[in-house]
Nanobody, 127 residues
Framework: QVQLVESGGGLVQPGGSLRLSCTTS????????IGWFRQAPGKEREAVAC????????YYINSEKDRFTMSRDTAKNTVYLQVDSLKPEDTAVYYC????????????????????WGLGTQVTVSS
């Protein structure tokens, strides 16, 4: 059974950093694309970053690429999202997602493409 569990969120002051984790089970990170998304209150879910064996790493928030770093630890079946210089507009629930029915695919920025989701971790940036 595919499972994704996010952790690492919390309340942080502007300018701070967080490292979010997504611990996975039931599939191999080497075989499936896995993405980070976020959803702010009242807004649509948006893609942040994605990793796949066929394409490597892809970042979707072009104006903020330098603040987001995604990484994978296949031995731990875990992916990470480092977010630096946090801003109030980064406040959102952060999710990781994959599609266990599509092995070998690259990344997509459309959340509807992904079938398997974690429950998310809340990130709140406020002074």
């Amino acid at each position: 059974q595919v499972q994704l569990v996010e952790s690492g969120g919390g309340l942080v002051q502007p300018g701070g950093s967080l490292r979010l984790s997504c611990t996975t089970s039931g599939f191999s990170l080497d075989d499936y694309a896995i993405g980070w998304f976020r959803q702010a209150p009242g807004k649509e879910r948006e893609a942040v970053a994605c990793a796949s064996s066929v394409e490597g790493l892809t970042y979707y928030i072009n104006s903020e690429k330098d603040r987001f770093t995604m990484s994978r630890d296949t031995a731990k079946n875990t992916v990470y999202l480092q977010v630096d210089s946090l801003k109030p507009e980064d406040t959102a629930v952060y999710y990781c997602a994959t599609d266990s029915t599509r092995p070998g695919y690259g990344c997509y920025d459309d959340p509807n493409w992904f079938e398997d989701w974690g429950l998310g971790t809340q990130v709140t940036v406020s002074s």
